[in-house]
């Protein structure tokens, strides 16, 4: 369980590496950032590491829920595709610094344990888009002749880079718009 002062640094860290890079992000930086000690760091997690993997697993833990209420709605196998990214959008609106550390993989490259935590997440909605994607292909709403698999990492690939350029361009695009293109684009392929 994560404490509201542990959910306070995690916040700050995503801002931190939101505004520069990983690298700006120190349990010294951090600690004046929030007007507290190092010390004061330390008493709520071990290692920078573990505000990191702290920070993924309540990601993990918000993607899920998102997960969750897309597949709990009763929208068509198609539609849940649409509206789960909906849901991650508006996150992403409301918290852009989650966008840097989510499509951050490479910023994570040398800890194995972050680089596994991020697989782990991709891996969890890749794994309920084949669902809806097999879902789909059943019921006549997306193509049969794209292996579920690929019709996933085209949907997750596409937005990634959609996402990419909105945090390059200072977070400054109408995002929702921009998503409701790539959709109805992505759509019209997988019809």
Do not use: C
């Amino acid at each position: 369980m994560t404490t509201d002062r542990q959910m306070e640094i995690i916040n700050k860290s995503m801002e931190i590496i939101a505004e520069g890079g990983i690298q700006a992000l120190s349990t010294k930086n951090l600690a004046l950032s929030m007007g507290f000690t190092e010390a004061a760091i330390y008493r709520h997690f071990k290692s920078k590491l573990e505000i990191l993997d702290t920070l993924l697993d309540v990601l993990l833990h918000d993607i899920d829920d998102e997960l969750k209420t897309t597949e709990e709605s009763n929208l068509s196998p198609r539609q849940k595709f649409t509206r789960f990214f909906e849901i991650r959008t508006e996150s992403f609106i409301n918290n852009p610094s989650q966008a840097a550390v989510i499509f951050a993989d490479d910023i994570f490259i040398n800890e194995e344990v972050l680089i596994d935590k991020l697989r782990e997440i991709m891996d969890h909605v890749r794994d309920h888009l084949v669902l809806w994607a097999e879902k789909a292909q059943t019921a006549g709403e997306f193509r049969t002749d794209i292996p579920l698999k690929h019709i996933a990492h085209i949907y997750m690939s596409s937005y990634r880079v959609l996402i990419g350029r909105w945090k390059m361009d200072g977070y400054k695009e109408d995002l929702k718009t921009q998503v409701n293109k790539l959709f109805k684009t992505l759509d019209i392929i997988f019809s």
